[in-house]
């Protein structure tokens, strides 16, 4: 039996037959499968995602070292026109993730500047960007800390011959009971 050869379609057309308008964002949702939430199809081999394929095709060539963003922040969408090639720090700093909430933040959560003088870069471990500190907020924390009432001094533990802890001040009794 012969085999049968069926005819592939242009992958533009295989594309545009896996989308979806939405009316209220413009978005083109992508229908087909998905990596990462990311639209993706196999073409020329191996798999596209399709928002950078169609970046790359309408647009023109993604830049060495630059990833193309969502301005509309819905991954499956590839609408050219909601595209755009931004570096990596860019990327990151346009998302909602800590770090860059934390970097666009102006004020520390009492009011004061996190800027100039009163911006402290504090080591936060190995591998990890310096955290950044309010120095107004440092300083006084490290004042109240100071003004604290110190606690007394509680004496040594007392151990029984079993090297069992027991309450302060209790004493084991030597005396054994007859039965």
């Known amino acids: 039996m012969p085999k049968k050869f069926y005819r592939v379609k242009p992958a533009w057309v295989r594309l545009m037959s896996k989308r979806v308008v939405d009316p209220s964002s413009g978005c083109w949702i992508f229908t087909g499968g998905r990596i990462k939430d990311y639209g993706a199809f196999y073409y020329e081999g191996r798999n596209h995602y399709a928002h950078r394929w169609i970046y790359a095709r309408v647009v023109g060539p993604i830049p060495e070292g630059y990833e193309v963003d969502h301005l509309c922040k819905n991954p499956p969408c590839f609408n050219p026109e909601h595209l755009e090639a931004v570096t990596q720090y860019e990327n990151n700093m346009r998302s ?16 004061h500047p996190l800027s100039g003088h009163n911006l402290m870069l504090v080591k936060s471990g ?9 120095r107004t907020c440092k300083n006084e924390s490290y004042k109240a800390f100071r003004r604290r009432p110190k606690s007394p001094v509680v004496a040594e533990p007392s151990f029984d011959e079993q090297s069992r802890l027991l309450p302060p001040g209790a004493r084991r009794s030597t005396r054994r009971t007859s039965e």
Request: glycine fraction near 8%; include cysteine; hydrophobic fraction near 25%.
């Open 126 to 134: 190995p591998g990890r960007a310096p955290a950044r500190v309010c």
């Open 96 to 111: 909602d993730s800590k770090t860059a909430r934390m970097k666009r933040q102006t004020e520390c959560l009492r009011g």
